[in-house]
């Protein structure tokens, strides 16, 4: 699986949250998250905005995978 760049660069903010993030992107598309060890914590789809709560989620590194007809794109996100 190779991953190819947007067009245009996917923006996340804020990262580092601790409560929610948003990811702003410029397609349509879907997204995942990830912890480190490879286990699923969200899947949704992404019309130019969506807001994403890790209020749950453990502190540390997650991977956010966006996929588009533009390609894909993945992004660290740290939650404090």
Do not use: M, W
């Amino acid at each position: 699986f190779c991953f190819v760049p947007f067009d245009v660069e996917p923006i996340v903010y804020p990262n580092p949250s601790t409560e929610s993030i948003y990811v702003k992107s410029n397609t349509h598309g879907s997204i995942t998250l990830h912890d480190l060890n490879g286990r699923l914590l969200l899947s949704d789809s992404i019309i130019d905005q969506i807001q994403i709560n890790l209020a749950h989620l453990q502190a540390g590194i997650d991977i956010l995978n966006l996929t588009s007809s533009s390609g894909n794109q993945q992004v660290k996100i740290y939650k404090k």
